[in-house]
C-alpha cells in the first residue's frame, strides 16, 4: 500500500479507531524498534576472566587434544566393562 492510500483510509476512520491505530502503531515501534544503544552491546573479554590460564601449568594436559582424546578412550573402555542387565 502506498502511503497516500493509508492515510486516506486511515482519515475515514472514526475518532475512537484512529486512537486504536495509532495505539497499535506505537506497540509495534515498541516491539520491533531496538535502542541504538541495545545493539551496541560490548562483548567481554575473556583474557580478563579468572578461568582463562588455569591450567596453563599443568603438564599432562600440555597436548589438550591428546588429553580429550585419552580421558574418551578411557571413558569408553571404563562403560564396555560395566555388567549387561539382560531383565530390562
Known amino acids: 500500500m502506498e502511503q497516500e492510500s493509508i492515510w486516506r483510509q486511515f482519515n475515514t476512520l472514526p475518532i475512537e479507531?484512529?486512537?486504536e491505530v495509532i495505539d497499535?502503531?506505537?506497540f509495534l515501534q515498541?516491539?520491533?524498534v531496538r535502542?541504538?544503544?541495545e545493539g551496541k552491546k560490548r562483548?567481554?573479554?575473556l583474557k580478563k576472566e579468572p578461568f582463562v590460564g588455569m591450567w596453563k601449568d599443568r603438564e599432562d594436559m600440555s597436548g589438550s587434544v591428546a588429553w580429550v582424546r585419552d580421558l574418551r578412550?578411557?571413558?569408553r573402555l571404563d562403560f564396555a566393562a560395566l555388567p549387561v542387565m539382560s531383565n530390562l
Open 17 to 19: 479507531a484512529k486512537r
Open 24 to 26: 497499535f502503531i506505537a
Open 30 to 32: 515498541i516491539r520491533y
Open 35 to 37: 535502542p541504538a544503544a
Open 43 to 45: 562483548k567481554p573479554k
Open 73 to 75: 578412550r578411557r571413558e
